[in-house]
């Protein structure tokens, strides 16, 4: 009886994560560009897109 | 126990990262820019927080009443993939920027040893749950707190005029263990 309960929880789990990521799956990736030459700036250091944060390859 | 001293606890004196050295993935991976620190930060908020909840929830109510408790470990990793796939669902719907500077490291809460950890904490010291509530969340602060002040660091160390030899993950590592060491100090606080 207790091997059964432990198989229904397991698959109930399993059930509750392939739901997840089937939603997770359908759901549509973001198609952005972040345009960082667009970026008027408050060249607030701590912005991702602060010039000084770019690899020098970005930069060029 | 008290609520304040768990909350303190969790939070600065046994800090996830700096004292238990759990998390430490997206610690050095994703604190390289303040922004996405944070953004990181409330995602393993938002994941420790439901999922230590949950797993206390399916602890108490389930696997003790049926004496199954040896399926703990693999109850919790499922709950949180589970959890990790609907946080990621739903960066992508509101927040396409912070999904998009997250990259890899957003799938990789579910391996993140820090949200098992907590898990796990919260069953073996056998806390209730609103201790449960308090200490997940003192986790997840803690977590927040430090990758936030590690990424503004590391910001810093980028304009700074490190040695060619200490430059990139060995100044990180360094900076990490003064961190760590700075923590201990904390341990007189609860």
């Known amino acids: 009886m207790k091997f059964l309960i432990a198989f229904g929880f397991i698959l109930l789990i399993v059930v509750l994560f392939i739901t997840t990521y089937v939603l997770n799956n359908r759901t549509e990736k973001p198609d952005i560009d972040i345009d960082i030459e667009g970026c008027g700036g408050c060249h607030n250091i701590n912005c991702g897109h602060h010039p000084t944060h770019l690899t020098n390859k970005e930069a060029k | 126990m008290d609520l304040y001293v768990i909350f303190m606890g969790a939070a600065l004196v046994n800090n996830i990262i700096l004292t238990q050295f759990l998390g430490i993935c997206p610690f050095l991976g994703v604190s390289k820019k303040s922004d996405q620190a944070i ?32 399926m703990q470990t693999i109850a919790f990793i499922l709950v949180i993939a589970s959890l990790v796939q609907f ?69 810093r160390l980028e304009q700074a005029p490190v040695s060619r030899s200490f430059n990139g993950n060995p100044i990180a590592l360094i900076t990490a263990a003064i961190m760590a060491l700075a923590f201990f100090g904390l341990g007189g606080l609860v």
């Open chain 2, 39 to 70: 953004g990181m930060g409330a995602a393993v908020t938002f994941v420790i927080f439901i999922a230590s909840v949950l797993a206390y929830c399916i602890y108490s109510f389930i696997l003790v009443p049926f004496e199954i408790e040896y």
């Open chain 2, 87 to 155: 946080v990621e669902m739903v960066l992508k719907k509101y927040s396409p920027a912070l999904y998009k500077s997250l990259g890899v490291f957003l799938p990789l809460i579910t391996t993140n040893c820090a949200v098992l950890g907590t898990a796990n904490n919260v069953i073996t010291k056998e806390f209730d749950l609103i201790q449960t509530m308090i200490y997940s969340l003192g986790i997840s602060i803690g977590f927040t707190l430090v990758m936030y002040i590690f990424s503004t660091i590391r910001e």
